[in-house]
């Protein structure tokens, strides 16, 4: 090991393309070909680590994967030549050159902390707080489609053991949601959970609307309308569990919408509060308060995947809402071996060694984008 303080000499960003191989739409869009953003650092030791953030498209999650790698150009030139193990450090001067982008940043805090397991030999569930499980459950989508169509693929996914739906919807008459909810849950298994996710696709009116059409099935009401003060509104008058997704962006709102009694749970968009520092906080709140989450992002390959698994495997069954995974729908591995999947309906940490557990081959990215090297 070379000298005793470390440095980040090198940042590589990478951007690669992962499209869509099956229907995967939601309210406002459906996904066609993201460009997912890898961060690569390396340190003063030669130790390579990486970070990711993926949007899944420009209108779904306010990031784009444009505006990713544009906050990049400013925030990866201000950490060269910082200490990767002083992360708290990197993420201060990271708030201090740019307010907000909260996804690039979060590509950039999950490199760190792949680099600090790698560093001290340690698997970023142990620094994490160790897993309470090796098999992680995760969840899967029903997009957008007939509800004949939204039925038999529910069908299909719990043959394969998903044991957790989501059924997307919004952006249609609620008349056709209505209908393909009560068609999926026709063929729910007992056992397996169903959630309804219009990412912010319903007004307060069709929220309460759909919710009294199903007042006699089970499901949680993820992210019915845009905004907090909508979702506070029609709390009161639905009769389903509310989840809480795009509009749980940082540890104030959330908890917040704990206490108020708005948030029966959360969909937890990694990226989406800035990587896994502000992740860990968020889960110990939601351990603490018994308030069940996700562990999950809009997009991407196996390092936000390894990322989300990883955190989704240091809580308690009864509290996880599952981790998901994008490679279903885009079938891309960085690393062929471990990486990431879904079998028999769980996800099993990836085992390469230390940081993520992935062993990553040089040239897998192809040519980097932008480059930054530490010229002191
Ligand atoms: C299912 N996800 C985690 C991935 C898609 O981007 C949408 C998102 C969600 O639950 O909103
Ligand atoms: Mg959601």
Not at 23 to 28: K, T
Not at 235 to 256: C, M, N, V, W
Not at 287 to 316: H, Q
Request: glycine share 10%; net charge negative.
């Amino acid at each position: 090991m070379g000298r005793m303080t470390p440095t980040i000499d090198e940042i590589r960003i990478y951007k690669v393309p992962l499209p869509a191989k099956t229907l995967y739409n939601m309210s406002s869009s459906a996904v066609v070909t993201p460009e997912s953003t890898i961060v690569e650092l390396i340190d003063s030791d030669g130790i390579i680590a990486y970070g990711e953030a993926c949007m899944a498209t420009p209108q779904a999650q306010d990031a784009t994967n444009e505006s990713i790698r544009s906050a990049l150009s400013l925030l990866a030139p201000s950490v060269i030549g910082a200490n990767p193990m002083n992360l708290d450090s990197i993420i201060s001067t990271m708030n201090s050159v740019l307010k907000g982008e909260n996804e690039a940043k979060a590509a950039i805090d999950i490199a760190c902390w792949d680099l600090i397991g790698k560093r001290l030999g340690k698997s970023v569930v142990e620094l994490l707080g160790g897993n309470m499980t090796n098999e992680v459950i995760t969840y899967h989508v029903v997009g957008i489609t007939s509800p004949e169509s939204a039925a038999a693929e529910a069908g299909r996914l719990q043959s394969d053991g998903i044991s957790r739906l989501q059924l997307k919807a919004g952006g249609r008459p609620i008349e056709e949601d209505i209908a393909s909810i009560k068609a999926v849950t026709e063929v729910i298994k007992i056992g397996s959970t169903l959630d309804v996710d219009t990412n912010r696709g319903w007004t307060e009116s069709e929220a309460i609307r759909v919710s009294v059409a199903c007042s006699d099935i089970n499901f949680g009401l993820e992210q019915p309308c845009a905004t907090k003060e909508e979702l506070s509104r029609i709390k009161p008058r639905i009769l389903h569990p509310l989840i809480i997704d795009e509009s749980a962006t940082d540890i104030t709102t959330i908890s917040k919408m704990v206490f108020s009694e708005i948030a029966d749970g959360f969909g937890m968009k990694i990226s989406r509060v800035g990587g896994l520092t502000p992740m860990k906080v968020i889960r110990d709140f939601c351990l603490e308060t018994r308030t069940p989450m996700s562990s999950d992002d809009a997009w991407g390959g196996d390092i936000i995947g390894a990322a989300g698994v990883a955190l989704g495997s240091t809580m308690p069954n009864h509290l996880n809402r599952g981790a998901w995974l994008a490679h279903p729908y885009h079938q891309v591995h960085y690393d062929p071996i471990n990486g990431p999947r879904i079998e028999n309906g769980v996800i099993r940490l990836p085992k390469g060694g230390p940081g993520l557990g992935l062993v990553i081959e040089k040239g897998t990215f192809g040519d980097p984008e932008q480059i930054y090297e530490n010229n002191n």
